[in-house]
């Protein structure tokens, strides 16, 4: 059974940090490219970031460049996302995804995607991030 699981939410402060985990398993983990979703509340789901197989490439959404950054670590079959500098309208439901069926070289140069369910092969049960005072 395919399982992506999302930790690491929670509340935090404008202009604080948080760091999420993925964990997955029932899947080759290594094989797939991994992605972050995120959906505020009452909006679509948005994508913000890609990593491919290997880990040694990155595609940010220009919302998030700069102050987000996805890395994985494969032995572990984790994928995780550092937030930093983060900022009321960060407030959303994270979402882990694998396999982006298009291909990941379609997320370059991505400024912004509005995504769909069938976008992607594998998903989470997301995990909520507030950013509030």
């Known amino acids: 059974e395919v399982q992506l699981v999302e930790s690491g939410g929670g509340l935090v402060q404008p202009g604080g940090s948080l760091k999420l985990s993925c964990a997955t398993s029932g899947f080759t983990f290594s094989s797939y490219d991994m992605n972050w979703v995120r959906q505020a509340p009452g909006k679509g789901l948005e994508w913000i970031a890609a990593?491919?197989?290997?880990?040694?490439?990155?595609y940010y959404a220009d919302s998030v460049r700069g102050r987000f950054h996805i890395s994985r670590d494969n032995a572990k079959n984790t994928l995780y996302l550092q937030m930093n500098s983060l900022k009321t309208e960060d407030s959303a439901k994270y979402y882990c995804?694998?396999?982006?069926?298009?291909?990941?070289?379609?997320?370059?140069?991505?400024?912004?995607?509005?995504?769909?369910?069938?976008?992607?092969?594998?998903w989470g049960q997301g995990t909520q991030v507030t950013v509030s005072t």
């Open positions: 990593i491919n197989e290997a880990g040694d490439s990155m």
């Open positions: 995804a694998a396999d982006f069926r298009a291909g990941i070289q379609a997320l370059d140069h991505m400024t912004h995607f509005d995504a769909q369910r069938d976008d992607f092969r594998h």
